[in-house]
């Protein structure tokens, strides 16, 4: 299957920064998604991004598919944006997610 | 977007007994949904696509037997966990794919005792 690969594994931030989560992929795709996962386990799709840039209130994320890598970015960062960021990519429709990024942004 | 409906939430059980994990698409159809279990602090591992009218494929590793998934109609899939133990135990997560993006449900935790 595909390897999906995500850095960094984890993140401290204090309120206000900002940060740039990478997710490198080893073959070519047909969807990737951007979750995050709430304390209570809730998948929260945060991005449909197979290619290209999209922007949603203070993230944003941009997928190079020729290059095989997504960013995810994160302006001025809340304490309610804390929990595991994770990245999926679908191939022949079958998901493979990323091992995450936990973030725990500080007051 | 859609909304992937899991129920229970959360679910204590003594081994050896079976339990049965529900997962609905509210506002679509899903010819296939996906079924994952999630460990303590470790990402999601795909355990078998739910096709519905027909047998579910499982990911290498995942035993039919014990993980048992029917799909009967075009809005539901379940997950049995037969026979269960306490290694059993984890949190299994259900998604259903939308037109183009996939949609998941709240979640499942399962508790072995």
Redesign the interface.
């Known amino acids: 299957g595909i390897q999906v690969e995500q850095s960094p594994p984890d993140l401290i931030l204090q309120e206000g920064a900002n940060s740039t989560l990478r997710c490198n992929f080893s073959d070519s795709v047909n969807?990737l998604?951007w979750?995050h996962q709430n304390p209570?386990?809730?998948?929260i799709?945060l991005f449909?991004i197979p290619s290209g840039t999209k922007q949603n209130g203070r993230l944003s994320a941009t997928t190079v598919a020729t290059e095989r890598y997504s960013l995810l970015y994160i302006s001025s960062s809340q304490t309610t944006d804390s929990g595991v960021y994770?990245c999926?990519v679908?191939n022949f429709?079958?998901?493979?997610?990323?091992?995450?990024t936990k973030l725990n942004v500080k007051p | 977007g859609a909304v992937v409906s899991q129920h229970p939430s959360r679910v204590i059980c003594k081994s050896g007994t079976s339990v049965k994990i529900e997962c609905r698409s509210l506002d679509f159809q899903a010819t296939t949904m996906f079924w994952y279990r999630q460990f303590p602090k470790q990402s999601l591992m795909l355990m078998a696509t739910s096709n519905e009218g027909s047998k579910a494929t499982y990911e290498q590793g995942v035993e039919k037997d014990k993980f048992l998934i029917n799909h009967a109609s075009l809005t539901l899939s379940t997950l049995t966990v037969t026979s269960a133990h306490p290694e059993d135990s984890s949190f299994y997560i259900c998604s259903g794919e939308g037109a183009t993006e996939a949609f998941f449900g709240q979640g499942t935790r399962l508790t072995v005792v």
């Open positions: 969807n998604q979750f209570w386990g809730q998948l799709n449909y994770f999926a679908d429709n079958k998901f493979y997610f990323g091992s995450g």
